[in-house]
């Protein structure tokens, strides 16, 4: 079993910042993909940003040039620095990691943008 304790969400007016941390009990060398997902109010789960299977970084179209997803496998720590934040990106974000083949998500970090 493998926890995952998000961090780092709040309020922040747009165009302000907010770094999230997901910190791990597994180790990172045994996920093969992990990245960062949201779920607005009315909408279905999306993903955000992740390190894919052959460790390729992807990020949805609507955040790339804004957010940065990185990684520290000596912490087990997933990060996702978010600037220039919109209205749009309010959402609760899950972090997401497939661990030796099992799939776990954190509880979850509110993000709440204001104008």
């Known amino acids: 079993q493998v926890q995952l304790v998000e961090s780092g969400g709040g309020l922040v007016q747009a165009g302000g910042s907010l770094r999230l941390s997901c910190a791990s009990s597994g180790s990172f060398s045994n996920s093969n993909f992990m990245g960062w997902y949201r779920r607005s109010p009315g909408k279905q789960r999306e993903a955000v940003a992740y390190?894919?299977?052959?460790?390729?970084?992807k990020y949805r179209e609507s955040v790339k040039g804004r957010f940065t997803i990185s990684r520290d496998y000596a912490k087990n720590t997933l990060s996702l620095q978010m600037n220039s934040l919109k209205i749009e990106d309010t959402a609760v974000y899950y972090c997401?990691?497939?661990?030796?083949?099992?799939?776990?998500w954190g509880q979850g970090t509110q993000v709440t943008v204001s104008s």
């Open positions: 390190f894919d299977s052959r460790n390729v970084t």
């Open positions: 997401n990691l497939l661990y030796l083949g099992e799939d776990y």
